[in-house]
């Protein structure tokens, strides 16, 4: 299996350099700051490097002789933000050369009518990559829907076969935040290794497998950041909270909570990542605007590097499912588990 997997490791990951360090695919690239504030790391044009592998490597696929990979989006309900997610995600398909198709259900659909509709996706050879788009409506069970896709066509990497080999540091189904958070700290050269990090948020998509894989063993066949990660969660107390990321070098804040991340409560040099998105009126201009977890202006006064929101980890996180929908496309995952069940 480790040889069938090398493409999948060149797909999206550097080998790690010395000192733990990453190696020489990650570049100190899409960094612009002041003097004396952080660098502000551009997800956005991270991600258009991303895509442009992604481009190129559709391409040579199809040029080979294969089918133009293809990703099926199964969107329920009227959720705006949804609406939204979903159709950046199939703008990026088309920019990368994969086909893609968006499968709009009421909010009234049955779960079992949700399973019918993914079991006949599973079982679709034109179908590479499957997704659902959460949250669904409270009458459906949101983990039964995320065991119900295939693994090996489970891009968002919510199956629970997926999780598991993540958390066992094998070879999976990433999901794409997570992955895309360990892209911005590979590619800008923030380094991991033996250095303390402070998770805050416990998610099952987001929180957890970020800390799982900053964490783990980076020899290993799905290698990790070697870091010693503390994870935070809503009984947290504040107080107790400032003690852990006062001392950490990283600080991911992915709880959704505005303002959650102060400068007082961040060390000088520091790098801040900000997975968190709340939409919050604008006091002067009484217009929605986005927010993150972090207060931006402030910390970025005291970081080594910061990232925005919008404009930080959002883009990566749609670049990283370009890739999973590429890796389910070449079939790079299919150990001897996932094709016992999908037999």
Known sequence: ?????????????????????????????????????????????????????????????????????????????????????????????????????????????????????????????????????????????????????????????FHVLNVGRMCLDQDSMLPATPWGVWEIIKRTGIPTLGKNVVVAGR??????????????????????????VTISHRYTPKEQLKQHTIRADIVVAAAGIPNLITADMIKEGAAVIDVGITRVQDPVTAKPRLVGDVDFEGVKKKASYITPVPGGVGPMTVAMLMKNTIIAAKKLLQPKELKALTA
């Open 1 to 157: 299996m480790a040889t069938a997997l090398r493409p999948l490791r060149a797909l999206g990951r550097a080998a790690p350099g010395p000192a733990g360090r990453p190696g020489p695919r990650s570049r100190r690239l899409h960094l612009t700051a002041p003097s004396n504030d952080a660098v502000v790391i551009s997800g956005r044009k991270l991600a258009r490097q991303i895509r442009q592998e992604a481009r190129h490597e559709v391409e040579q696929w199809v040029a080979a002789g294969n089918k133009r990979p293809h990703l099926s989006v199964v969107l329920v309900g009227e959720n705006p933000a949804s609406h939204s997610y979903v159709l950046n995600k199939t703008k990026a398909a088309a920019d990368v050369g994969i086909s893609s198709e968006t499968i709009l259900k009421p909010a009234s659909i049955t779960e079992e009518e949700l399973l019918d509709l993914i079991s006949r996706l599973n079982h679709d050879a034109n179908v590479d990559g499957l997704l659902v788009q959460l949250p669904l409506p409270e009458h459906i069970d949101e983990r039964r829907i995320c065991n119900a896709v295939t693994p090996d066509k489970d891009v968002d990497g």
């Open 203 to 228: 998610s099952k998509n987001v929180g957890m497998p970020i800390a799982m894989l900053l964490h783990t063993d980076g020899r290993h066949e799905r290698p990790g950041g070697d870091a010693t």
